[in-house]
């Protein structure tokens, strides 16, 4: 999917935002519509049919974890038959709350970035996303090895509840701010298995059952 | 509010609430609990059950001390499921005609001339405030059908104990008439009182939300007319910047209020935050789990520093990336940018110095440092520190 076919649709309620992401994405993806609430994104959100959405995480109406719900299961109901796949969510945040950054991916966003984050690298996250995969920023690979940390005497789930050696080695390099290709030479892998881990990571945080994920988010509110 | 951390429960409660809300509050089965209190009211049935009442009466039920938000919605009849207040006043009438029945049952000298009206006026006092204090439209009704159910009781009562001498049936009617009034407006008295308490707190709550917003608001609009003032020093607009956006997070996200300065994050997010204010560069720091204090921690965080400083003086970049990850055995601190790099093997002397001091810095205490760089690669400086005490990590936050 090349960079410039991406329709983008930015969901956030300061209008200083909207257009000051507009105009960074502006000639390198197609936004195709900007919305200021919940109710205002789910109806643009349902006309413009756009392969990415990016969500804030605070909004009036529910926040971004709310309209990621309500999207996705009014994807999932027109499923049959329906020739547009449900967009995809990146969560773009000022907030460092670790449950509100956290519920927004268990909500279903792909990843998760800070709004200092560079045009350039916004670009790549969106193509990123389209394309399927997760991105993690320093940020949220810190918050995941974090709320992963510590042995559970007996994870209900292991499969889900724990982090492989692996996982574990590349969240640590992007917690350390290494770029995904960075990540694939430094342990000498192909980018593909390094966004393969990370996909799996991505997985783990929305289907692990495991209560300390959300005691740990909830106790846990950090700069 | 009364006992602090008491309240009484509305989940797997028997009657009101008060065992396993006691249960909770002490942390044990409230099977055992209760085991103790039926054993208790075999010996004095009319003591527990008297000690029940009061406790009903004055402990909160749970979710009132959460604020208004969380009471039952309205309170009102549940058609479908459970209606808690006819629970309650069901089981308030039972417990008190138990212990009265008990009580004219082992004093013989209570006849059940006086024993029926009292049964009578304290069925009223149940109806009078089990109900009548819930539900608004209903009160009056209630109130009403309570206090002629008490007068009633009492004139039964007096009638009852008409042999006597004057004197002593004044005393008497007296007595029942208090009896009566203590338990028509006691409980409602208690209750006012609950409902000032909440109205206090609200009052509290409210007064702190402004506090926070006066800090806020003087805090940046104060920054917002110096940045307008100064827009021209693209600098110092940034730092300007970069210092609000730190003191209004750790405003919302709470941390570093002076409280939990002894620990190796804390320390670390103050050495970068005084490193941003004076260098145009940006930390953007991760920091997983955290450890107190200790010499071996100083240490760490002053090398970090060191290696932060020189990132920030010679790599001439605007962020730079700082991860700090406190393990049971170990912790490790990375400071990696993007820069100009350099070669390790070629340094000019005054870098070397500063190599050597953050890398002896860490060895001194048994800890390894390691500088990775190539020109045009950027710089990554890795810092590890073995913990002295191996226990398991209680994150002090």
Redesign the interface.
Known sequence: MSEAGVKVFVVDDHPLVRSGVRSELEGRVDVVGTAGDVDEAVSGIAAACPDVVLVDVHMPGGGGAELIRRVLTAAAKADSGSAEPAPRFLALSVS??AEDVIAVIRAGARGYLTK?VSGAELVEAISRVAAGDAVFS??L??FV??AF??TMPLPSDPELDQLTARERDVL?LI????AYKEVARRLNLSVKTVETHVSSVLRKLQLSSRHELTRWAT????? | MFVAGLTRRREGRWVAGVCSGLAAALGVQVGALRAVVVLLSLGSLPAVALLYALAWVFVPPEGEDGGAGSREPGGGLVIGGRPADVVDAVGVLAIVCGAVLLLGQFTAWLPPEVVVPALLATAGAGVAWGWGGRRERLRPLFVAIGVSLVFIGGFATLAALGDLSSIGRSAAGAAVLIAGAVLLFGPWMARLAHNLTDERRQRIRSEERAEVAAHLHDGVLQTLALIQKRAADDKAVRSLARRQE?EL??W?????NGQADATVATLL?RELDDLEDHYAV?F?A????DAPLDDAGRALVAAGREAALNAARHAGVD?V?V?L?V?PDRVSL?V?D?GCGFEPGAVPPDRRGVADSISARVRRHGGTAEVRSAPGEGA?VELSMPRSIVK??E?P?
């Not at chain 2, 919302?252 to 570093?256: E, N, P, Q, R, V």
């Not at chain 2, 991760?286 to 789990?289: E, K, S, T």
């Open positions: 460092d709350a200092t320093p940020r690979a810190g090895l974090d940390a510590g640590r917690a350390r701010g290494y106790e846990r509110r950090l700069v | 730190r997070r750790s919302l996200y709470g941390g570093s997010r940006r953007d991760v920091l997983v789990g962020t990336d991860y990850e393990e990375f990696r993007r990554e398991v990590e994150r936050r």
